[in-house]
């Protein structure tokens, strides 16, 4: 019997104001802008786990965790000796069967 709060889905969307990361597991597998819908075929965290989370506090403190963000948070990437920040995440989504396949492509 499996745990009520295991989750067993691998694919994630965060959804920032203007691009979704495609996530299986940690690793960004897709990136696609959501003003024109165009998949997005180089990009610095292509194919890359994400490092963390960033959540920046009012005093403009910020605070760092590892794992996934929730909405509110920014995804921290340290790609190629190069530190990723994305703007903070709206929401967190779960795509669909056919946009799963086509970025198995």
């Known amino acids: 019997m499996r745990q009520k709060d295991q ?3 691998i694919h994630k969307v965060f959804v ?3 691009t979704e990361y495609h996530f299986e ?3 960004c597998v897709a990136i696609r802008d959501r003003k024109t819908g165009q998949w ?3 990009h610095t965290v ?3 786990d994400v490092t963390g989370s960033i959540l920046y506090g009012v005093n403009g403190s910020m605070r760092i965790t590892p794992g996934l963000p929730k909405v509110g948070e920014s995804m921290y990437f340290d790609a190629n000796d190069c530190e ?4 903070s995440i709206v929401s967190v989504e ?8 086509s970025y198995k492509k």
């Open 84 to 87: 990723i920040i994305t703007s």
């Open 16 to 18: 920032t104001r203007n």
């Open 7 to 9: 989750e067993r889905r």
């Open 40 to 42: 997005q075929q180089r």
């Open 25 to 27: 597991k940690n690793t």
């Open 46 to 48: 292509l194919l890359r």
């Open 94 to 101: 779960r795509p669909g069967y056919d946009v799963v396949a």
